[in-house]
């Protein structure tokens, strides 16, 4: 069983940053994958970026490309992502998920690879 808590999220203006933060306990392996997904209600979530404990691979989808870096401090097991560059399309519930297995890279963008999910956090771009 993994724990996942957010945070971070909040009301930013277009081209705004916001940090967010995901502190996960009890993982069982290193080479589980971690990743942020986002969300507008009445949508189905979308991948955002995606990541492992160990190695330096980090995947992004193309919305995310150049404007949003994860990043992680094995030792506080936490992973962040860094949102620059915010644009209204970016409004959504943000949740960090985090996988019992080490996935292949070709399916860490993949919802149903995660098995363990955060609560969530709201980013809301607006002026």
């Known amino acids: 069983q993994v724990q996942l808590v957010e945070s971070g999220g909040g009301l930013v203006q277009p081209g705004g940053s916001l940090r967010l933060s995901c502190v996960a306990s009890g993982r069982t392996a290193t080479g589980n994958a971690m990743g942020w997904f986002r969300q507008t209600p009445g949508k189905e979530r979308e991948f955002v970026a995606a990541l492992r404990w160990t190695g330096g691979t980090i995947l992004y989808a193309d919305s995310a490309k150049g404007r949003f870096t994860m990043s992680k401090d094995n030792a506080k097991n936490t992973v962040f992502l860094q949102l620059s560059n915010l644009t209204p399309e970016d409004t959504g519930v943000y949740y960090c998920?985090?996988?019992?297995?080490?996935?292949?890279?070709?399916?860490?963008?993949?919802?149903?690879?995660?098995?363990?999910w955060g609560q969530g956090t709201q980013v809301t771009v607006s002026t």
């Open positions: 998920a985090a996988s019992r297995t080490s996935p292949i890279t070709g399916i860490m963008r993949a919802m149903k690879t995660y098995d363990y």
